[in-house]
Nanobody, 121 residues
Framework: QVQLVESGGGLVQAGGSLRLSCAASGSIFSIKTMGWHRQAPGKQRELVATITSDDITNYADSVKGRFTISRDNPKNSVYLQMNNLKPGDTAVYYC???????????????WGQGTQVTVSS
């Protein structure tokens, strides 16, 4: 079994900052890409940021310059530092990892349960 657990969400005023964390655990052999998506009420889930095992990052245009994704490979963890938050960033944030388990050759995508981020104006 593999689990991803997020933490760090909450309520913050516009212009403030939050740091999300996501830790993967279980029978993990390796993790390729990790990332964050978000889903606002009434909207489709959208990509926020991704990071490869070689630390190559990619961001949605809406968060470039404000959000920073990073990872700690020995801890099987990914982080999202969010600065200058806006009300439009309000959403449930989900982390994911493309994880190869021991004894299996191909990675599968695993998701966390989501953490709520609310930005007040």
């Amino acid at each position: 079994q593999v689990q991803l657990v997020e933490s760090g969400g909450g309520l913050v005023q516009a212009g403030g900052s939050l740091r999300l964390s996501c830790a993967a655990s279980g029978s993990i052999f390796s993790i390729k890409t990790m990332g964050w998506h978000r889903q606002a009420p009434g909207k489709q889930r959208e990509l926020v940021a991704t990071i490869t095992s070689d630390d190559i990052t990619n961001y949605a245009d809406s968060v470039k310059g404000r959000f920073t994704i990073s990872r700690d490979n020995p801890k099987n963890s990914v982080y999202l530092q969010m600065n200058n938050l806006k009300p439009g960033d309000t959403a449930v944030y989900y982390c994911y990892g493309d994880i190869s388990r021991f004894g299996r050759s191909s990675p599968s995508r695993y998701w966390g349960q989501g953490t709520q981020v609310t930005v007040s104006s």
